[in-house]
């Protein structure tokens, strides 16, 4: 289809005479376990070195759940604690979201357990299952309700136990991942003055994509619950199309690599980080990079990276911040946001 013919969100709307009501993250919160498994740990297991791991992946230390402890638990201490960031009471809530592929069951779905823990007593609650792009897909679906206006206030949770799923056998994959938490409460962007249309914290284009025919490369069954990825073909992916949507998603919010503030990858392997910084020619002060004492939480990382770059200073109100991330399937996604902060009263 030319450029010409392409139908955005606005034009859509204007075409139905309806108003298109921006989107905005209004706080970002996560929970982390408290326990670590360390690479030199690790390295003792699978017979080879700290330095080896180091070098491969760029982690340290990752976050690791207790066999007891319950998914669900984390994803709820960390929407509420978005939920105290953003000032917005949990009834208010219109959609709870959760990205995962770890849930405690098969059934039922994470979100409904979430939304009675919190009190969202009014609110639908579903799963969104797209690996490590199920944060952005579940925002992505967030935003629409948002912008249709059949939701106010949503929170969207990104929550993975990835050792539950580990073959600590396997050296090519058990020093990547880890478990952790991270949720961010969408709710109406607000224009930064009375006469201008500019929106503060506004969520700009979502662009996804998928790749079924590479779903042999990284996967785990139902009957051995265990990951088994091609991790040289994994890394050739993961850069280039995480390269590809970054740039089409600045693009279709019309703006350059220049006008983006920060930069927040799914942390997957330190590698696939430098190497997109690499590629895109950006300054590595403008990347997050955390997976050195966080892993690889698979749908959690980027709500972990946006809470790492407010800790330590540089996500600040008007910053425009890449997301971009790609993940078993093979699917892959990347949007900006204009970071605002705040519910109106």
């Known amino acids: ?83 105290e960031a953003a000032g917005v009471d949990a009834a208010n809530l219109d959609l709870v979201i959760v990205a995962t592929l770890s849930q405690d069951e098969v059934t039922p779905n994470t979100a409904p357990i979430v939304a009675h823990n919190l009190g969202a007593a009014r609110a639908g609650a579903f799963d969104v299952g797209a690996a490590c792009t199920a944060f952005l897909a579940a925002l992505a679906q967030g935003c629409a309700n948002i912008e249709s206006g059949r939701a106010r206030y949503v929170l969207v949770v990104g929550a993975d136990f990835v050792t539950r799923l580990v073959d600590y056998g396997d050296k090519r994959s058990a020093p990547l991942f880890a478990d952790a938490a991270g949720a961010v409460v969408l709710g109406p962007a607000h224009p930064t003055s009375d006469a201008g249309d500019e929106q503060h914290g506004a969520i700009g284009p979502v662009v996804l994509g998928a790749d079924g025919s590479h779903a042999g490369t990284l996967f785990a069954t139902i009957a051995e619950r265990k990951i088994r990825m091609d991790g040289q073909e994994v890394f050739r992916h993961a850069v280039a199309r995480m390269s590809e949507v970054t740039l089409d998603a600045i693009t279709r919010a019309g703006l350059t690599l220049a006008d ?17 910084g690499e590629r895109l020619g950006l300054d590595p002060a403008r990347v997050v990079e955390c997976i050195e004492t966080i892993g690889n939480a698979s749908a959690a990382t980027l709500p972990v990276g946006l809470a790492t770059a407010l800790a330590d200073g540089r996500l600040t109100p008007g910053a425009n911040v890449l997301l971009a991330a790609f993940g078993a399937g093979f699917t892959w996604g990347g949007g900006v946001v204009r970071w605002g902060g705040g519910a109106d009263a």
Do not use: C, K
């Not at 392409?6 to 005479?17: H, N, Q």
């Not at 983006?260 to 997109?276: E, K, M, P, S, Y």
């Open 1 to 83: 289809m030319p450029d010409s013919a392409v139908l955005t969100r606005e034009t859509a709307f204007r075409a139905t005479g309806r108003a298109l009501t921006p989107a905005a993250i209004l706080s970002v919160a996560t929970d982390l376990p408290p326990e670590r498994l360390t690479s030199a740990e690790l390295a003792d297991r699978l017979g080879v070195t700290e330095e080896w791991i180091l070098t491969r992946t760029g982690i340290r230390e990752r976050r690791v759940a207790r066999p007891d402890e319950r998914l669900s638990d984390y994803a709820t201490r960390a929407g509420a604690a978005a939920l």
């Open 260 to 276: 983006i503030d920060l930069f927040v990858f799914h942390q997957a392997n330190a590698r696939i980080t430098r190497a997109l």
